[in-house]
Each structure stands twice: as structure tokens, then as C-alpha cells.
């Protein structure tokens, strides 16, 4: 979690530094984040968990084993970048031999192609892998959430797929009462006949346990569940807002490091020295990652089509 | 000799036996109806969705990129709108992803007019199609090449658009043009098409057809000329032909069709070719003039073949309206028609060099 803040932060230093032209990203949704991407089954292919995430989503993928370079390179747009190179804003993932989908800027497309892979998965006999689709509270207007609702719970044609709402109360500038009639987005879920639940997405130890529960029941269940966990957004919506920091929410990484500080797990002093190193980790990463090539502009045509099916399993 | 839309089912059930198609869904294209035009009638991996273009879209994107062969339908292209940005995300997700992900898949769906189909059944979706890059687009205009292209859409690794010309899915082969393998007309009808009624009994027998791949990317001349070329696809092309002949025998001119098939990408050698002989050139197709496919390739033609040609080169095009009305004075009078075609071609032919 203290990893994926630093890394937050050095993605807005570069920003301000003029190293990147946009920064988006998912300070306050650590606590949720982090324990997500230590839950799913890590691998290639149906048997394993697709991920469809959002650009919040950089403590699942440091939990996977992301290597945190690898961000900014993509908020330095270099050839280097692993995710897009060069092409995409920051958080904008993809890993394909991790089933992380590639993340996209247009709001909540990602439930309406998550259905795909679930489908994918459910024909598969025996596979035990699950579809994680994941957005904010704001783009649950979007039609595509419906019509992931509709199509997970057909009856005799459910989905393995679990929905994800980390609910910050947002949408850029409007609030979550300036869009939402509802109390709980999770309680759409009900009129679909699906186990839905609300959680403190700002507490690890609850995301934890109630993401484990989630994923086990679509897991052995093979149908849909909708969780909606209620998260901070400690930068504002982007840089188009400044990015800076907001006082009046909840931290939670502070609350965590205050938490393991009662419980006396680590101390002030432990946890400052895990900030300092990896904070000086990355500015260091920064500085090397400036010298890295940027794409020429020749290579715009690349990746237009492909000439064999990789998703295929071709190579 | 099959219809197009025969030839369609048939090359779906070759895809779906020796080419890995995993799912052809879409709305009412699983049993019982098995599509409203019957292309889907007893496909094995044939299933209905819910009444939801956005979710077809996405789901054959999902299926696509867990490994899968999809073919999805939206009924028809007037109903595809809805769904632009899903369509722009198939297209560019290779792209995007740095050769991360690549999406194959083939959606397939009824264009253009000439059924009398009123405002919403009547819609092209060839200029739409190719303002979304990353997709490949094919539209067939008879049932060999419909046969040779739906196989050559479900092997791409790419996400391609397969536009069905409404007017011609119940039109038969010509002679000479049988699908490889196909049996005679009455015995094709017997075993492939669901009686009407209940069919819950029913199954299809399939004929055991040959593979036949049409390349994406490469136009066919359907005529032969050395007057006029021009430069079609889908509906349009038996009207062409058919103004051509016309022409031939009354102003004894030849005139060459360029079938086009593919739209993106399009074979431009063949069009270098044509235009070159002819150096007079007409593009014809349905959809709105404004912004138009045609346009694109006149604008080229003109950038690149300037000083080859003989005469300004023309659009045939639908009407810059709302949309195409439903009595017949009103679709005729929307889209092209062959006395339209032919006025052209005649115009160009007289133009003095």
C-alpha cells in the first residue's frame, strides 16, 4: 500500500516536473487496491482471472508483481513503456500474460467486455477462473453497467463474474447526490438476484476478507456477485484538478500505519524508513527513465493489425 | 445454386467445424428462429442475446480476447450506432496495447436499402465502418465471394466488419459461381433450410463444403472495359453491371466494374489498373454523399492519377437526408439506382479529353 502511494506520488512530482503531459491514478483506493491484486489467480488464459480494472488501479497491479518503473515509464510516455508504449496516459495498463485487459479511458466499457471473458470462462469445463471487472461510482450511469447486470444473471447462462464498484463519491466535479437516487449502488445488484455487499474500502483488513468471500463464492458458484466498496480520492479526479492533496477524507494509509503502529507491528520509525526507500527508489527511477528513448514518430502505424492471433496463443 | 444468405450459414458452419469459431450470438440468431434473415439457422454454436447491441459489442471484444473465435450480429446496421465507442475499442485495442492484444473477431451485419425497409431498415454503414480504423471491412456482393469472405474474416487475427447487402441476401449464385462442394439447389434447400413452423425436431444436414478463402484486400473486376471504370461494391454491383451491359449494347461502349469487396484495406492496385486504362472514373455506393468512402478514393485517385485522367471524376451516392423514406418514390429517389448509374457512366464516356 506504502509502495503504491509513493508510486502515486512520484507519477504527480513527474507531472509537475514536466515529465508527463496528465496524471490520473489511485491515491485512496490502496486499501482496496493492494488486497485485490494479492487475491486473484495470477496467469495467462480462462483457467485463470481476466481483470478488467480502471486508472486507479496501480496498487492491484504492484500486487501482482508490476514493476513500478514500468509506470513511469508510461507517465514519460517513452518506447519503453511496457503498457502502451508511449501511446497512452498513466494507468492505462495492459498485461496480457497477467490477464490484466487493457484499461481504457471511456468510462465503464470495460463491464460491458468483461461479459466476454466470463462467457469465455463458464464454457470452459472445469476452469475454476473468474471475471474481476472494476469501476468508479460515477460511471455506473453508463449503460454498460446494465448491461452487465442483465447479462451475468440470465438464469442457466450466469456468469463467473464478479463487479466491482470502488465508490470514492465522485464524478470528476458532481457529486454522488447530483447522479445517484440511490442510497447503494450494490443495491441494483439485488433486483438481478445477486449477492451484493457495501464495504470500507479505506480498512484492508475488511477489503481483504470481504474480496476473499466475493471471490471464492464466483469462484465455486460460477455466478455474479457485486461488491461496492466505499474509498477515498485523495488527489482530486486528475492534474486537470492540480492533483493536489484533499484533507477532509480519509487516508488509508495513514490509518493503516497508525493501526499496525498501536498494535505494535512496526513502529513511526520503520515505517518512515520504508517510505524513504522507496520514495528514493523511484526518484532515482525517474531520473533514469528521463534518459530512456522516446517513440519515433515513424512508429505510429505500428500495431494497426496484427499478423498473428497472440490472444490465439500464436506467437 | 445457394442464395447469399445460404452461402453466409454455410460458411459459418465451415468456421464453426474446422476454423475454431467458438460463438455466433447476437439477437434472435440462436434457435428457435436462428436469425431474421435465416443466416444463423442450425449453427451449432448459435445462441440469442439479450436485446442489447452494447453488450453483443462487448462481448464478442471478451470472447475475442480470452482466445475465442466470436462472430457476433447486430440485426441491423441502423441499430450498430449505439455502440461506436465499443466498435472503436475493438479497432484500436492492438493499438493501444502495444501489440499486447490482438482482437479477432467478426461482426456481421445488414446494410443498406432496397427492401422497402422505411427510416430504420435501411441504413448503410460502409462510411461509418471506415472512419473506425483498426477494423478490417469486407462487403460481399454474391454468395461465392459471401462464402470466401465470412472464411477469410473468421481466420484474421483482427476484428472484422462483414456487411451483409440486404437487397441481396436471397439472390442465387450465377452460373459458374456454385460454392465448392455445394449440391444442387432442391437438395441444398432440403438440407439446410429449418421448415417453417415448429422446428423444434429439426436439424440441419450439412454438405461437405470446401474451404474457399477471398483475400481481404483484393477487388475482383466483375466486367471488363476500356471506357469507364467504375468503382462499387455490395448492392450496387448488379445494378453497375447491369448499366454497363446496357450501354454496351446501346452506345457500344465497354465499361469496367470494379467489385471492390473490401474496403479497408482496399486494393488500390486494382484501381491504378483500371483507372489508368480508362481514365474516366465513377464511384457508386448508398450511403450519404457527405463524407463518403467514395470520396476518400476520388480524392486519391485525383492526388495520385491527376494527369491520367480524361474527365472529372464523379460520386453516385445516397441523398444527404435524415434518413430513407418508406414509399418507393421516396427509397428510389434516396439511393442510387441504375438510370442514375448510367447517366453517369454516359456523361464521363462523352466527356471530351
Known sequence: MLRARVLEERLITMYKQGDGFFWIGGPGEEAFSVPLGLLVDKGQGVDHDYMHLHYRSSGTLLALGADPVDSLRQMKNTATDPYSRGRNFAGHFSVRKWNVVPVTSPIEVQFSVAIGTARAQRKATGAKGITIVQGGDAGTAEGDFATALVWSSRKGSELPMLMIVTNNRWGISTSYEGQHGYTQIAERGKAFGMPTRVIDGNDPEVTHQALKEAIEYVRTERKPYLLEAMVSRLRGHSSASGANVVKEEPDCVDLFEQKLEARGLLSRKQIDEKRAEYTAELSAAAKRVREEPMPSPGSIHDYTFADVNHVGGES | ?353
Not at chain 2, 78 to 106: C, E, Q, R
Not at chain 2, 284 to 289: A, C, G, L, Q
Open chain 2, 1 to 353: 445454386m445457394a442464395t447469399m444468405i445460404q452461402a453466409i450459414r454455410l460458411a459459418l458452419h465451415v468456421g464453426e467445424k474446422r476454423h475454431g469459431v467458438t460463438d455466433i450470438f447476437g439477437q434472435d440468431v440462436g434457435p428457435p428462429l436462428g436469425g431474421v434473415f435465416t443466416g444463423t439457422q442450425g449453427l451449432e454454436t448459435a445462441w440469442n442475446t439479450p436485446l442489447d447491441e452494447r453488450g453483443i459489442v462487448g462481448t464478442a471484444i471478451g470472447l475475442a480476447l480470452a482466445g475465442q473465435r466470436p462472430v457476433g450480429e447486430i440485426q441491423f446496421c441502423d441499430y450498430a450506432f449505439n455502440t461506436i465507442d465499443l466498435l472503436k475499442l475493438a479497432g484500436n485495442t492492438y493499438w493501444a496495447s502495444g501489440g499486447d492484444w490482438n482482437v479477432p473477431l467478426v461482426l456481421m451485419t445488414p446494410v443498406g436499402a432496397g427492401i422497402r425497409g422505411a427510416p430504420y431498415h435501411s441504413h448503410s454503414f460502409d462510411a461509418t465502418a471506415t472512419r473506425i480504423p483498426g477494423w478490417k471491412i469486407v462487403m460481399p456482393s454474391n454468395p461465392l465471394d459471401a462464402y470466401g469472405l465470412m472464411l477469410s474474416a473468421i481466420r484474421d487475427p483482427n476484428p472484422v466488419f462483414f456487411l451483409m447487402p440486404k437487397a441481396l441476401l436471397r439472390m442465387k449464385a450465377r452460373p459458374g459461381e456454385q460454392l465448392p462442394g455445394e449440391p444442387d439447389e432442391k437438395t441444398l434447400n432440403q438440407m439446410i433450410d429449418a421448415p417453417l413452423g415448429d422446428r423444434s425436431a429439426w436439424k440441419p444436414r450439412w454438405p461437405e463444403l470446401e474451404d474457399l478463402f477471398t483475400p481481404i484486400g483484393k477487388a475482383r473486376v466483375a466486367r471488363e472495359g476500356d471506357r469507364v471504370t467504375v468503382i462499387t461494391y455490395g448492392r450496387n454491383v448488379a445494378m453497375s453491371l447491369a448499366a454497363a451491359d446496357e450501354l454496351a449494347a446501346d452506345e457500344g461502349f465497354q465499361t469496367e466494374v470494379i467489385d471492390l469487396r473490401s474496403l479497408h484495406p482496399y486494393d488500390w492496385e486494382a484501381i491504378v489498373a483500371s483507372v489508368r486504362k480508362t481514365t474516366r472514373v465513377v464511384c457508386v455506393n448508398e450511403d450519404t454523399e457527405i463524407t463518403n468512402f467514395g470520396e476518400h478514393l476520388i480524392r486519391r485517385i485525383v492526388d495520385e492519377l491527376f494527369y491520367e485522367l480524361h474527365a472529372p471524376p464523379k460520386l453516385i451516392a445516397g441523398a444527404h437526408i435524415p434518413l430513407i423514406g418508406l414509399a418507393d418514390n421516396l427509397e428510389m429517389a434516396s439511393v442510387p439506382q441504375k438510370g442514375g448509374i448510367k447517366a453517369a457512366i454516359l456523361d464521363l464516356a462523352r466527356h471530351e479529353a
